[in-house]
């Protein structure tokens, strides 16, 4: 059910510090001494390298809960895991994944206590993972790496912990389908900017993504900054009793770390990612309690997705987009959303989408996806670079300083490649070697770099004729 769009207005100073209400942040818990595998009825849970498994709980036929310490965090959090009902029996199949992201002072068993998520996924044949999110119900760490790691909450590097260690531990631990086509994500509220922020950094690691009343837009339009920055601010101050700018930095200094964070932002990486949008304007509907604080922040999370699905519909990126009428920040209707996600998820996994060409934004200075690894030099420890249009026969790329490209592997190992490469500096051609795997390292001037002075970006294209990979 579609509603009129809420007018653009900025938002009012109450509104902005409705996110105050939550659960109080509790105390760390202690961390056993980590082994290397923990059994728990049928299966056992073993280490990698950046994860130890502290313990294993067998919930019921289905669920697990395994506790686990990680180099990324250096506290140890939950993960909540549903396996489809015949895992065990059916011994050699391989299930996609859903990440199911609480949300702010949330925990890992939310999903499943308050969400209905295990009625839901009980027909699918598919693995439900639902890590922590935040330090034993804090305000949660808004699924980035923090600026500030010298809080009391330590290193706080969400960001590598659920998509370079988490991921990695779970395709280790349980048959999953180990590929983009197999991985999905979902959350509510804080959990929906998580699994948007993940898929538009990460988006060749996963196929499909989804908010239910989340704020996939924090940093591109002002009525939406400022409530995003109020929010975020207090739940560093008040629910994780730390400094407010811990979690992105100061905006005067810190600014382009928020835009590289934002989905909004980097909206073009999410082309040929399954994409699913639920909001509600915040008015109750009927039989609902009377509820301030729910009315308030749905507004917030309301005018963020309403934003985002706008600037999704400019770009011509599809999306689907459901816009209710009336609904609270409350989980009747998160539970409802996940409901109605599951089925065109799953659908998704049968016909992963993918991009036609590679089109990627980064702030980081050294990135890799979809094959192609690109490292900058440059005098600004973050900047956007953009690659696009990039293919086998070649790239365009955005960026300040030189840039070092390896191609996927996609010529013949051995071959000889004719490389133009277009840019401010002139147009040069030069005849490269293919390595062994199969890639090109190309080398892009972009433009002169000055020390301690952030460079003017530039576009350079380039042009490959190489033997193909057979």
Known sequence: MISAHAGRRRLPGALRLVMLVALTAGLAMPVARARASVTSGALTFSDTQD??????????????????????????????????????????????????FHGTSGRASDWVTLGDAEKTTAPLELITVMPDAGFDGDGGGWFTNWVDTSTQLGLSRWETFHVSQLVPWVDANLRTIAERRGRALAGLSQGGFGSTTYAARHPDMFVATASFSG??????????????????????????QTEPDAMFGPRATNEINWQGHDPSTLMTNLRGTGLFLWTASGQPCPGDAPNPAAAGIEYLTHVSTQHFHDHLVEEGIPSSYTDNACGLHTWPYWARDLHEFVGPMMDTFSSPPAPSMIDYESIDAQWTQWGWTVSMARPAVQQ?????????????????GTATVTTPAAYQPGSTATVTVASPAGTTSSLLTVDGAGRLTISVPLSAPTLGVTASTATARVTIQAPPAT
Do not use: C, K
């Open 384 to 400: 956007f670079s953009r690659m696009h249009d990039g293919g086998p026969g070649g790239f365009t790329l955005d960026g300040a």
């Open 51 to 100: 994860i130890q498994v502290v313990a294993a709980t067998q919930i019921d036929d289905r669920q697990y809960n395994v506790r686990v310490l990680s180099t990324a965090l250096r506290r140890a959090v939950d993960v909540r895991i549903l396996l489809p009902a015949d895992y065990a029996q059916n011994s050699t199949a391989r299930f996609p994944v859903l990440y199911l």
């Open 215 to 240: 704020a996939p837009e924090i940093d591109r339009d002002p009525d939406v900054i400022a409530g995003a920055t109020a929010v975020i601010e207090a739940t560093a101050l008040f629910l994780n």
